[in-house]
């Protein structure tokens, strides 16, 4: 994969609604205290599952739009709202500033607007309508977006999809700014469809532990305002991260399980490294997909080990034992709380990881944050079929 032409992107705002808490600080301050959002489901009956728990958002935090509106909408358009608008205005847009400019929205979602489509099912009626298409619809609508609008449904990696469709649009002029997201709420389909699978976790996401069981599903959204650096020069923003590259592949093994060896998770980072011309010693952390179940968590080592060589593995952690897996929100969610790690120089630990699968020999951050000096992040997120993405952000020198 080669570097595209064109400008280089940066971030200029950050938005997050998570079940450890909305706003950025408020979030990043929870989740290096090792937070956690596991409690009960209650937005759908569980009656018929063995499996009870999730990590729930208790209160979706208000939206300035139309609140008639909004409460008509789908839950998971309900939780992008807010977090759309914390990050605009973290990357100093309000209203009148964003008309003047070509403003874009990349959304990557697993469910979409589910719960409408979900109602139906079971025989109730909703004001809203469903599906992954509905939530960039009526977020274009709302915000009167002028720029290119995307929806991405790679499942699990589809926030990653989204931001590397970002960098594309403002490296190619396409746009002056792009709202890259990742969103996903509980759904009773995706809680039934995980429970069949007994991909399902009974107590807590115990990622790269010897004795996990598997993950907790989760719900939230993370955003980022992405621009060129010139245009985040000229209208006197702060560039927070530099997004150097992006990699995509997939294993094309198995219908839902990995490819054992990680040959295509290693690929696209392998890719993200060669786009941003950066060899992998260059690495100062890696936010691992980390989902607790014991295929992808060995999976991940072996392709960790695959890319960089012994002795020089970069620590790294996995923050779905906080957040349970938020699916098409993971990797958008895990690219703020990367730049948050730039910024402060402290990189999360590894929530419920007691005792290292000895299976799985890389240095995962565990017992408590760990400050360090952290530079060049590498953030992957894997999903079903054998789809890889990998990120490569960096932090903003002064000059």
């Known amino acids: 994969m080669m570097k595209p032409p064109g400008r280089q992107a940066v971030v200029t705002g950050l938005g997050v609604v998570t079940s450890i808490g909305s706003g950025e600080e408020t979030f990043w301050r929870n989740l290096l205290e090792g937070s956690t959002g596991l409690k009960p489901v209650t937005v759908f009956d569980t009656s018929g599952h063995t499996n009870k728990l999730a990590c729930q958002i208790d209160e979706i935090p208000l939206s300035l739009y139309n609140q008639e509106e909004i409460r008509a909408s789908g839950r998971a358009t309900r939780i992008l709202v807010p977090a759309i608008e914390q990050a605009l205005r973290s990357a100093g847009l309000d209203q009148e500033a964003s008309a003047d400019c070509r403003i874009g929205l990349c959304v990557g979602t697993t469910m979409g607007d589910i719960d409408p489509l979900e109602n139906a099912l079971h025989g109730q009626r909703s004001r809203a309508f469903g599906g992954p298409h509905e939530i960039t619809g009526q977020i274009q609508k709302m915000m009167r977006l002028q720029g290119p609008v995307w929806t991405f449904t790679n499942a699990c990696a589809a926030g990653n999809f989204a931001i590397a469709r970002a960098v594309d649009e403002i490296a190619a002029g396409r746009a002056d700014i792009m709202i890259a997201c990742g969103v996903d709420s509980l759904s009773w389909v995706a809680f039934t469809g995980f429970s069949t699978l007994r991909a399902m976790a009974p107590d807590k996401c115990r990622p790269f532990d010897a004795a996990r069981k598997g993950l907790i599903l989760g719900e939230g959204a993370g955003v980022l305002v992405i621009e060129s650096l010139e245009h985040a020069i000229l209208r006197k923003a702060r560039p927070r ?159």
Request: aromatic content about 4%; hydrophobic content about 40%; overall charge negative.
């Open 241 to 399: 991260a530099r997004l150097l590259g992006y990699g995509m592949s997939c294993d094309a093994h198995h219908i839902t399980q990995p490819d054992p060896a990680g040959r295509g998770a290693a690929r696209a980072m392998e890719a993200a490294l060669r786009m941003a011309g950066l060899a992998p010693g260059a690495v100062d952390y890696v936010s691992l997909h980390g989902t607790g179940t014991m295929a992808n968590d060995r999976m991940e080592a072996r392709a960790q080990e695959a890319v960089f060589s012994e002795g020089s593995l970069p620590p790294a952690s996995s923050i779905k034992g906080h957040l349970g897996h938020t699916l098409g929100a993971a990797s958008a969610i895990e690219a703020v709380m990367s730049v948050k790690c730039l910024e402060t120089g402290i990189a999360p630990m590894t929530l419920n990881l007691e005792q290292m699968d000895p299976e799985c020999s890389i240095p995962v951050i565990r017992g408590q944050s760990r400050p360090g000096k952290y530079r060049t992040i590498l953030s992957n997120s894997y999903a079903f079929g054998g789809v890889n993405s990998s990120i490569l952000l960096a932090a903003c020198t002064s000059d």
